[in-house]
């Protein structure tokens, strides 16, 4: 990745009933702010709608360069980062992400509470399941410029299938682990290495 440019504009998308107080998104956010003041940092807190996301996702980082910017997304946040990456050509890491969202949240249609604070409520509508078809992309390319932390001993996602859809990207692929990747401080260096921050 050294021929690439320096990142200076980072984005963070958070997974299903997440948000930007996640863990990840948090110590992210406080090592971009502590060792990178200069790189801008945008994690959103994204609608339940990924219609509605990925527009406003489009409309936050229009004006940003698309040499050198980064997308980072966790779980759903991961399945948008590849649309993002996709979309504009950049480079994106990928925390066990969702592979076929559409399909896993068939079952989640109806009233929801945010994981880091369940007063926060959204209804999961049935026609958002055809909006994560909508934004499903076929085939992967370049793979060479995405990095995806898999665990092996994610309880809510097959990494077999994580490790597929993936392949030819820089997998660090972890024998334990589970989905909320809740030793994420150990895999941040290699992370900020990925993305030239280090």
Not at 24 to 30: D, E, G, I, N
Not at 42 to 59: D, F
Not at 90 to 102: F, G, H, I, S
Not at 116 to 144: G, K, M, W, Y
Request: charged share 20%; proline share 7%; with cysteine.
């Amino acid at each position: 990745m050294s021929l690439q440019p320096p990142i200076t504009h980072l984005l963070y998308l958070h997974g299903f009933r997440s948000s930007p107080q996640s863990k990840k998104a948090s110590l992210m956010a406080r090592h971009m702010a502590a060792r990178h003041p200069s790189v801008t940092w945008c994690c959103p807190q994204l609608p339940p709608s990924p219609r509605q996301a990925m527009a406003e996702v489009l409309r936050g980082i229009a004006d940003w360069p698309r040499a050198s910017m980064a997308v980072v997304g966790s779980s759903l946040g991961g399945f948008y980062a590849t649309w993002v990456a996709q979309t504009t050509g950049c480079r994106a890491v990928l925390l066990n992400p969702a592979v076929d969202p559409a399909r896993d949240l068939q079952t989640y249609i109806g009233e929801q509470s945010n994981w880091h604070d369940p007063t926060q409520r959204f209804f999961f509508r049935s026609e958002f399941v055809q909006e994560l078809r909508d934004l499903a992309l076929p085939e992967l390319t370049q793979a060479q410029r995405y990095m995806v932390v898999i665990a092996k001993g994610d309880e809510l996602l097959d990494w077999r299938e994580m490790h597929a859809r993936y392949a030819g990207a820089h997998i660090r692929l972890l024998e334990g682990g589970d989905h909320a990747l809740s030793d994420f401080e150990r895999h941040l260096p290699a992370v900020m290495a990925f993305l030239g921050l280090d």
